[in-house]
């Protein structure tokens, strides 16, 4: 079975400030990992992914997600948060060698950037 | 290009009512997803469809929700009769069939079961 862990339930980050929110997973084999964003009363919008190739993986609106397999960590980062950027933030994994291309989601992340 | 399309967007019914809900997805995307996402919860697949065919249904629950995806493009989930725990946000996600491709998601039905 796949399994995502967010740690975090809520991240608190001033506007101008670097932001990381933090992905662990649990998979069989190579895994497909995606971050989606879901702003209040709407569907979540996809922001990046990891598929194979270089660990760092850059994103929409400036976000960018280092893969790390030793770790089975897939932080999201950002090195100037903005006040547009408070929302939840779910991380979501796929395993390779299962024909279900449905996703497991984490638990998700509120960050909040203060201006 | 169109997004997803979803109704209703709310929906309020009493316990032991049906209820229905109908997801459009993207022109061209062979592959349909229903969630359901609890409050303070990621979302959980009900259902996967390719085309008009399940791929998985292991997390329905098959006494009281069905789904159906006639032609292979529109879909419909159905609750009946609803519990209350059935109260959360239904997202419906549509992908192309390829490895890897990320799934685009519809704005969801907020269901709340009185």
């Known amino acids: 079975a796949q399994s995502v862990a967010q740690p975090e339930d809520q991240v608190n980050v001033a506007e101008g400030n670097p932001l990381t929110v933090k992905c662990t997973y649990s998979v069989s084999g190579n895994p497909y990992l995606f971050w989606y964003v879901q702003y209040p009363n709407r569907g979540l919008q996809f922001l990046l992914k990891?598929?194979?190739?270089?660990?760092l993986v850059k994103g929409s609106y400036g976000f960018e997600a280092e893969f790390n397999k030793s770790q089975t960590s897939f932080h999201l980062k950002k090195p100037s948060a903005l006040v547009s950027d408070s929302a939840l933030y779910f991380c979501a994994v796929r395993g390779l060698d299962t024909g279900r291309r449905a996703l497991t989601f984490g638990s998700g992340t509120r960050l909040q950037v203060q201006p | 290009e169109a997004g997803v399309a979803q109704s209703p967007r709310y929906k309020i019914i009493e316990k032991r009512q049906s209820v229905a809900f109908w997801c459009n997805p993207i022109s061209g995307h062979a592959t349909l997803y229903w969630y359901q996402q609890i409050l303070g919860q990621g979302p959980k697949l009900l259902i996967q469809?390719?085309?008009?065919?399940?791929?998985?249904d292991s997390q329905l629950p098959k006494d009281r929700f069905s789904a159906e995806r006639l032609k292979g493009v529109d879909s419909t989930l159905k609750i009946q009769p609803a519990k209350l725990e059935d109260s959360a946000v239904y997202l419906c996600?549509?992908?192309?069939?390829?490895?890897?491709?990320?799934?685009?998601f519809g704005p969801g039905t907020r269901l709340t079961v009185t």
């Open positions: 990891y598929i194979t190739g270089d660990n």
């Open positions: 469809f390719q085309n008009n065919g399940v791929v998985d």
């Open positions: 996600a549509s992908s192309l069939v390829r490895e890897g491709l990320e799934q685009y």
